[in-house]
C-alpha cells in the first residue's frame, strides 16, 4: 500500500514540477531536501534530464548514490534553480538557515541561482528571523573570539555552537558562533549588521535571495513569491 505524503514531502514533489529538461539545479541539505533529491532522481530514471550541483558533502553523496549527473561548483558559472529547505521564513519571505554546516555553499548557490525555491512546512513560519533558532554564524577558527567580543558590542549573546565533547566545525573548517539579537532588530539590518563584521566567514540569515516559498500544510501547498 502507498504511503501518503507527508507535508515536507509533498513541497518536494510540487518543485521537482517545477524542473525541466535541460536545467542546472542546486541540492539543498537537511530532510526536506532529501526528498527532493530522491523525487528528481526518480523522475530522471523516468527521462528527465538535467545536471545537479550540492550544497554539502552528504547531499552530493545522496545525489550519487541516487544516480544523479553532478558537476562541481567551481566548474559552474549559472544555476538556473536552488531549491532547499530552512529552518525559518518570515513574512517578508527572509529565511534563517544554517542548522547544518554549509552555509557558504548554501548561500552561494542561492544567489547565483535564476531561482531559489524554499520548502517547509508550516512549522517554519514565524514573525520574525530569530524567533525560534539563534542566529548561525560561521567565523574562521582564528578569529571566533575577536567576532564574538564585536558581537557581544553589537548586543548580541551566545557563543559556539558545541558538538558532543567537541565544537561544531564546518565542512571548510569554519567554527560556528550561535546568537540571539533584540528582538527589535529586523533581518534586513541584522544581515547588513553581521556582513559588516570583519572575520564573519558566513551568517544563517538569507535575504532577498528567495524567489518562492511552498509551504507544507494540510495536505496542500501553497506557494508565496
Ligand atoms: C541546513 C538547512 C536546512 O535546510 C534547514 O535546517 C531545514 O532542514 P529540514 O528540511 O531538515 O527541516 O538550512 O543548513
Same mark, same amino acid.
Given at each position: ?65 541516487? !544516480? *544523479?549527473?553532478?558537476? /562541481?561548483?567551481?566548474? #559552474? ?9 530552512? +529552518?525559518?521564513? @518570515? ?74 565533547? !567537541? *565544537?561544531?566545525?564546518? /565542512?571548510?573548517?569554519? #567554527? ?9 532588530? +529586523?533581518?534586513? @539590518? ?36
Amino acid at each position: 500500500m502507498t504511503q501518503p505524503l507527508n507535508d515536507k514531502q509533498r513541497v518536494a514533489h510540487e518543485a521537482v514540477n517545477m524542473i525541466h529538461d535541460g536545467m542546472v539545479v542546486g541540492l539543498g541539505t537537511g530532510s526536506t531536501a532529501n526528498y527532493f533529491i530522491n523525487e528528481l532522481a526518480r523522475r530522471c530514471v523516468e527521462g528527465l534530464k538535467i545536471k545537479t550541483v550540492a550544497s554539502s558533502i552528504i547531499s552530493s553523496n545522496r545525489a550519487q548514490h541516487m !544516480g *544523479l549527473e553532478i558537476v /562541481s561548483m567551481e566548474h #559552474l558559472s549559472h544555476i538556473d534553480v536552488y531549491v532547499d529547505g530552512a +529552518d525559518e521564513v @518570515s513574512p517578508s519571505m527572509a529565511l534563517l538557515k544554517g542548522r547544518g554546516s554549509d552555509l557558504v555553499r548554501e548561500k552561494l548557490l542561492a544567489n547565483a541561482s535564476n531561482q531559489f525555491l524554499v520548502l517547509v512546512d508550516n512549522s517554519k513560519l514565524v514573525e520574525r528571523i530569530g524567533q525560534n533558532y539563534p542566529i548561525p554564524i560561521e567565523v574562521a577558527p582564528f578569529s571566533w573570539e575577536l567576532v564574538l567580543a564585536s558581537l557581544i558590542k553589537m548586543g548580541g549573546k551566545g557563543g559556539l555552537r558545541p558538538n558532543g565533547d !567537541g *565544537l561544531a566545525v564546518t /565542512s571548510h573548517g569554519s #567554527l560556528v558562533l550561535d546568537m540571539t539579537f533584540d528582538p527589535s532588530i +529586523d533581518s534586513q @539590518s541584522l544581515n547588513d549588521m553581521l556582513n559588516s563584521v570583519p572575520g564573519v566567514v558566513e551568517h544563517g540569515i538569507f535575504e532577498q535571495l528567495a524567489t518562492a516559498i511552498l509551504i507544507g500544510e494540510n495536505e496542500q501547498v501553497t506557494q508565496i513569491t
